[in-house]
């Protein structure tokens, strides 16, 4: 399938993290949006064991173009070893909002 697209999520350990985390990466033009999702229950597996944290989400918009340097960027400022950073594909967005990230994203 292809998308120009994308709405990417990350999670963090704590809101000041996450937001100067979105201050970065909008300050940088690699998402021209990012809400910030307080209170997430996370249960994972790590290093062998069964996980529960309390989380903060980042769901962010931006272009596929731009995946590459938005993965960099996470990886340099996130405090965890293995930070989650998966994108799906906007297969239908409203014309003018698309247009949007285009502009907030050159």
Same mark, same amino acid.
């Given at each position: 399938? &292809?998308? &120009?697209?994308?709405?990417?999520?990350?999670?963090?350990?704590?809101? *000041?993290? %996450?937001?100067?985390?979105?201050?970065?990466?909008?300050?940088?033009?690699? %998402?021209?949006? #990012?809400n910030i999702i307080?209170?997430?229950?996370? @249960? /994972?597996?790590?290093?062998?064991?069964?996980?529960?944290?309390?989380?903060?989400?980042?769901?962010?918009?931006?272009?596929?173009e731009k995946l590459?340097?938005l993965e960099l960027?996470?990886? %340099?400022? @996130?405090? /965890?070893?293995? *930070?989650?950073? #998966?994108?799906?594909?906007?297969?239908?967005?409203?014309?003018?909002?698309?247009?949007? #990230? &285009?502009?907030?994203?050159?």
């Amino acid at each position: 399938m &292809d998308f &120009d697209y994308c709405v990417v999520y990350c999670t963090c350990p704590s809101e *000041p993290i %996450a937001e100067n985390l979105a201050k970065t990466l909008l300050g940088q033009s690699l %998402a021209a949006c #990012i809400n910030i999702i307080p209170a997430v229950s996370s @249960h /994972y597996m790590w290093e062998g064991a069964t996980t529960s944290e309390a989380e903060v989400m980042l769901v962010m918009k931006t272009k596929k173009e731009k995946l590459h340097d938005l993965e960099l960027k996470i990886v %340099a400022e @996130h405090p /965890y070893e293995c *930070p989650e950073i #998966i994108a799906m594909p906007i297969v239908f967005g409203n014309t003018a909002y698309l247009k949007w #990230i &285009d502009d907030c994203t050159a």
